[in-house]
């Protein structure tokens, strides 16, 4: 025998079912008089600093379609390429972007919108600079974990090129599926759940 | 943000994720999952900073009745249809260690088992006095609770006649974003349990054990509501004894 190392299994993922919206966007879900607003439908205010843009887009399934019922969330950095976070220590990031941001895909055409800021670059593991990104969660009924995606820039080909993580994608027709379409402020992202252009999801 | 600076700054990377205690994405079991389950291997790697920052939630953004799904959509003076239950616990994480300031959003059907949404058509009525979401953030100790109604079970189109148990599902916001969880809470004794395709989607029976509260008679307000204990794990940190420090330093 040896020591037990103690430690717990984290809790069992279940999907977010149909009704996610009720949960976590009730006021857009019609359930209005319990939260003033809905929690991350605004990232910005008159005073953030940066560039502003707008981030739309669809999760699309293996038949095509786009979800009309799923949730994103997104986290990025500000302008500066600080994290709001109390995780970030190498610095005070802006106290008027809070980088965090969540938006239900419409029942009419499935689109979700964000929006926010261009995101500065931060650092990864060994002092490299990533590319600018935007970290996606989705969820939704028929999915049975949250699934972790990143989205990049058209516009920052230099930076993608030597971004650590677009580098460890094997296949580099692949690694398109995470850099976003449209130009300057309003960038396009589909995600794409199965098929040809099946988007990388992250184990991360 | 004094709640911002009383948490102890965490750098560390979280515990990879078994991805074998988990649902896999394809379950033909649950048919939704077959058309929205990715296919291709994910792309594993550990955590940079994007992943192991997040943001706060305060408990100033908290209204009273957030964690009392009986009144929060009831007129005044009137109440929520159902079995009064508390349901309480602790978010932890795999180290054992209480989750401060982790925020619980949850979202349920009514007793009858009815969901107040649009595209909801079961026959059951709707409670004019309940809307099915709540909100609480975890205490120093990682501690939350809340009020509710027991929901009731509720039929759904998959197989000819399946069923969910009654149910109460969660959102759950650590600290980090590679934290992020929905699960869903199941009760002590319910045998519809062991009869859904998405409770069937998890393949280990003890991460679906993990998921059923169990009836906490010790906490039980008496003349009240009965009580449930539902705890929490999240993903642990890696301690950063070693990785903080350079090469050389
Ligand atoms: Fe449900």
Known sequence: ?204 | MSETENRKRETGAFFQRDRDWHPPAFAPGYKTSVLRSPRKALLSLDNTISEITGPVFGHSMLGELDNDLIHNFAKPGESAIGERIIVHGRVLDERGRPVAGALLEFWQANAGGRYRHKKESYLAPLDPNFGGCGRAITDENGYYGFRTIRPGAYPWPNGVNDWRPAHIHFSVFGHGFAQRLITQMYFEGDPMIWKCPIVGTIPDRRAIEQLIAPLDWANTIPMDARAYKFDIVLRGRRSTFFENRPEGN
């Open chain 1, 1 to 204: 025998m040896v020591q037990d190392l103690g430690y717990l299994k984290e809790t069992a993922s279940q999907t977010a079912g149909p009704y996610v919206h009720i949960g976590l966007t009730p006021n857009f879900g019609g359930i209005s008089g319990v939260f003033e607003s809905d929690l991350g439908s605004a990232m910005v205010n008159d005073e953030t600093l940066g560039p502003r843009i707008a981030v739309t887009g669809r999760v699309i399934d293996g038949a095509g379609a786009p979800l009309k019922d799923a949730l994103i969330e997104i986290w990025q950095a500000d302008a500066a390429g600080l994290y709001n976070s109390p995780s970030e220590t190498r610095g005070a990031a802006d106290p008027n972007f809070t980088g965090w941001g969540r938006s239900p895909t419409s029942a009419e055409d499935g689109t979700f919108v964000f929006e926010t800021i261009k995101p500065g670059r931060v650092p990864f593991k060994n002092g490299r600079l990533m590319a600018p990104h935007i970290s996606f969660w989705i969820v939704a009924r028929g999915i049975n974990i949250g699934l972790h995606t990143r989205m990049y820039f058209p516009d920052e080909a230099a930076a993608n090129a030597e971004d650590p993580l677009l580098q460890r994608i094997e296949h580099r027709h692949r690694a398109e599926t995470l850099v976003a379409g449209g130009q300057s402020p309003n960038y396009v992202f589909d995600i794409h759940l199965q098929g040809e252009k099946e988007t990388v999801f992250l184990d991360i």
